[in-house]
Nanobody
Framework: QVQLVESGGGSVQAGGSLRLSCEVS????????MGWFRQAPGNEREGVAI???????SYVDSVKGRFTISNGNAENFLDLQMNRLKPEDTAMYYC???????????????????WGQGTQVTVSS
């Protein structure tokens, strides 16, 4: 069974930075698609960034140039470095893994079958 645990959320002023981490445990064989998603109150869950097992990445337009997704210092970690944060980045952030072909690894939440419990990010103006 795969378990995902996020950490690193918090409150920060606009323009600040946060680094989210997701620790993965269990059998991750075949889970070649990893991503970060977020959901603000009243909004649908949206894809923020994904990284495929070949190292390629994709980002939602609103975070390009500000956020960076990576596997961190170990294979069982998934990180999201968030710089120049804006109030509209405020949301619950979730990491997720998917067992899909790399061609179908994108920012669509329904393709992801394994989710963490989320970590709150609040950006004040």
């Amino acid at each position: 069974q795969v378990q995902l645990v996020e950490s690193g959320g918090g409150s920060v002023q606009a323009g600040g930075s946060l680094r989210l981490s997701c620790e993965v445990s269990g059998d991750t064989f075949g889970l070649d698609c990893m991503g970060w998603f977020r959901q603000a109150p009243g909004n649908e869950r949206e894809g923020v960034a994904i990284i495929r097992s070949d190292g390629s990445t994709s980002y939602v337009d609103s975070v390009k140039g500000r956020f960076t997704i990576s596997n961190g210092n170990a294979e069982n970690f998934l990180d999201l470095q968030m710089n120049r944060l804006k109030p509209e980045d405020t949301a619950m952030y979730y990491c997720a893994f998917a067992a899909v072909p790399l061609s179908r690894c994108d920012l669509v939440p329904v393709r992801f079958g394994y989710w963490g419990q989320g970590t709150q990010v609040t950006v004040s103006s």
